[in-house]
């Protein structure tokens, strides 16, 4: 199996992918095809380039169509419509498919963690995510896509093993400050830097750790690797000691 990247800003023998233009969209002689969520935009805007996607799929005759989604236990967070739209054009597309449900990134939980002179604070409260390492992510997908058809119509809950707030502080030596959602909120429609549908986005990730939606837990992952999973609880300190000011 020959592996071929896409991307809208192609390098080396990567093909030109770009979801915006559909006619550049080239899947010939692909027969498995990963499908990275293009969710960094607004539901409609992503639903597109989605269905762009699939459309081209179609009519290069590719087979399979590996697609990393949303844990199911995200349903209520504020991205997961286009996720789920999605899997629900896959399944009525007539191709074969595998759906990874990928739980958060233990890259972003560090991240989203804010340093104050005291320590770390954050409005997830003592509340768990079953956060997963990205590398695992990839990982897993790379085995799905190296053998498909033994994959095919399978759903895969690809989560972590939960970790909070307060052990990432603990583990960095320092304490952790719960703040309010209101005052979460009103900090990110303050961010000139933020995109319009991104503070919604946060806050939804916030609630559901803090009251418990996000602590899901499942064997698929370490089945899939054949190995035990990267520590979440390393990632997400090391992410978030990164961002520790006075560190560089």
């Known amino acids: 199996m020959t592996a071929l990247g896409g991307s809208r800003t192609p390098t080396g023998t990567q093909r030109r992918l770009d979801f915006d233009d559909p006619a550049t969209i080239d899947l010939t002689g692909v027969a498995t095809l990963v499908l990275v969520s293009a969710g960094y935009a607004e539901d409609d805007q992503v639903i597109a380039r989605h269905r762009a996607l699939l459309d081209a799929a ?8 590996i697609y990393t989604s949303l844990t199911g236990a995200g349903d209520h967070l504020g991205f997961a419509l286009a996720h789920r739209v999605t899997e629900q054009m896959i399944r009525a597309g007539g191709l074969a498919w595998t759906i990874l449900r990928n739980g958060l990134y233990a890259e972003l939980f560090g991240a989203l963690l804010a340093w104050t002179p005291d320590g770390l604070e954050s409005a997830f409260g003592a509340g768990a995510l079953s956060a997963v390492a990205r590398a695992d992510l990839a990982a897993a997908a790379a ?3 190296s053998e498909p058809t033994a994959h095919a119509g399978r759903v895969y809950e690809l989560v972590g093993n939960p970790i909070t707030a307060p052990g990432i502080a603990e583990r960095l030596g320092t304490t952790h400050r719960t703040i309010g959602l209101d005052e979460y909120r009103a ?3 303050g961010d000139a830097g933020m995109l319009p549908f991104q503070p919604p986005m946060l806050a939804s990730i916030a609630t559901g ?21 990267t520590d979440p609880l390393t990632v997400a300190a090391d992410t978030a000691a990164s961002t520790r000011p006075g560190r560089h």
């Open 209 to 229: 750790v803090r009251h418990g939606f996000l602590d899901n837990t499942s064997p698929d992952l370490a089945r899939l690797l054949g190995r035990p999973l």
């Open 58 to 65: 179609g009519r290069a005759g590719v087979a399979q169509v």
């Open 143 to 145: 085995v799905v896509a």
């Open 187 to 189: 900090r990110l429609l």
